[in-house]
């Protein structure tokens, strides 16, 4: 089996979930979805102006992952307004005839609040989850990214090499080395007002701390990231999509999905109710839940799937990408890169090189059936979007993947320090 075009049984699914910043979200099914989801921003409170540019990244993130068979729901803080959700459901509708046609893209208009720290974030992440579950009963993997976040394969390039991924793995860069960090991220206690109060972005700390608990062990993430999520079918992929210090961009299993949100045991309800008072709760719930849970642990890969550049120190957050780190993020197969700033001539580079796309319409697929011009969307038309025709990428994607699965060593290195 090449990597030629190749029949996908699976439709796909995908939300967008709170934040001043916007996000994405992805989910992937092995049944027959595949979902997107985009998903708040940790960043402190955004100016109009900024506000127009992030609704402006996140808008051609959309595009850059759109695919038929995926759901997508837009979802934006409540600190953009009630016409901003608007203009922003009109801008995705016209976006593409497919949209329309497929009705696989959704904006949310009750928000969620956009507290730049505390479990407002969190909060969002896991309404989107319930959202999913409750919609869609097909879907694989749960997927998270913001606006700051780019793909550097092609939707079929990724659902051909995840189609072969087992769907019990989940992929979560993390570590339990907290390190000087401890006294800000496990003890300090933090009240999210944006969780109680319509309309608050502010948060309260307590003037004391509370112990290192003992009846678990801490977890979080090792570098800056974002979210996003997929879903897939038997034989193919499908995703959803949903940044700090430790990273709460994860890419996590249906399974595992429900173990937190359905809750048949005591440990993700426990675990949330300490993190509701932590004040980055997004870099570590996921990862201390399922690094403490007997049935999940052993099937962690230690790695978040995204290309990152650092600065030497390391700061908070990676750098942003440009024209110097392009050989590096193609090279290394990663499938997402990040950070990227509004109209980087990067991502133009990603767009012509790697993607395809041109105009203002979705990166080409298989699926794609119209004349391909610089005056006509090719994707205005469409016939089999049970089809997905890898590139040379997915050869880079799929080593990538195998090398992660191989410095994994389940049950050796998984959830350990």
């Not at 593409?96 to 959704?106: D, E």
């Not at 700061?315 to 290394?332: N, R």
Request: aromatic share 12%; charged share 20%; hydrophobic share 40%.
């Amino acid at each position: 089996m090449g990597l030629n075009q190749w029949p996908t049984p699976w439709p796909t699914c995908h939300t967008l979930s709170p934040t001043t910043t916007p996000f994405l979200t992805h989910a992937a099914t092995k049944s027959r979805r595949d979902r997107r989801h985009l998903s708040p921003s940790p960043a402190s409170d955004l100016t109009a102006g900024e506000l127009t540019i992030a609704l402006s990244s996140l808008y051609m993130l959309l595009l850059a992952v759109y695919h038929p068979r995926n759901r997508y729901v837009l979802h934006l803080s409540a600190d953009a307004s009630d016409a901003e959700r608007r203009d922003l459901a009109a801008r995705v509708s016209t976006a593409t005839p497919a949209i329309g046609a497929f009705r696989n893209v959704a904006v949310v208009g009750v928000p969620t609040a956009g507290t730049p720290v505390g479990s407002s974030g969190l909060a969002g992440t896991l309404r989107a989850a319930a959202v999913l579950l409750r919609l869609h009963s097909d879907w694989d993997w749960f997927i998270t990214l913001n606006a700051a976040d780019y793909p550097v394969v092609t939707q079929d390039d990724l659902i051909y090499v995840l189609s072969n991924v087992s769907r019990q793995l989940n992929f979560v860069d993390h570590t339990s080395d907290v390190g000087q960090k401890e006294s800000d991220k496990v003890q300090s206690m933090i009240v999210d007002a944006g969780i109680y109060l319509a309309g608050r972005t502010n948060f309260f700390r307590a003037t004391e701390k509370r112990p290192t608990p003992d009846a678990f062990k801490f977890f979080t993430g090792i570098s800056c990231c974002l979210r996003l999520c997929f879903c897939w079918s038997d034989s193919l992929l499908t995703t959803i999509y949903v940044s700090f210090i430790g990273s709460p961009w994860v890419i996590l299993n249906r399974r595992f999905i429900e173990y937190c949100i359905l809750g048949w045991e005591n440990l993700p309800r426990i675990l949330l109710m300490y993190f509701n008072n932590v004040i980055l709760p997004q870099e570590g719930y996921f990862h201390t839940v399922i690094c403490n849970s007997l049935e999940f642990r052993n099937f962690t890969v230690n790695n978040d799937l995204r290309y990152k550049a650092w600065d030497d120190p390391s700061q908070t957050e990676p750098v942003f990408l440009d024209m110097t780190h392009y050989d590096k993020m193609v090279d290394s197969g990663a499938p997402f890169a990040r950070r990227f700033r509004e109209n980087e001539p990067l991502l133009d580079k990603i767009d012509g090189n790697i993607l395809g796309r041109w105009g203002q319409g979705p990166v080409p697929g298989a699926w794609c059936s119209g004349r391909k011009s610089w005056f006509s969307d090719p994707c205005s038309q469409w016939s089999d979007v049970n089809m997905v025709r890898p590139g040379p990428q997915a050869i880079k994607l799929r080593q990538y993947i195998n090398e992660s699965l191989e410095e994994a060593e389940f049950g050796s290195k998984s959830c350990k320090r």
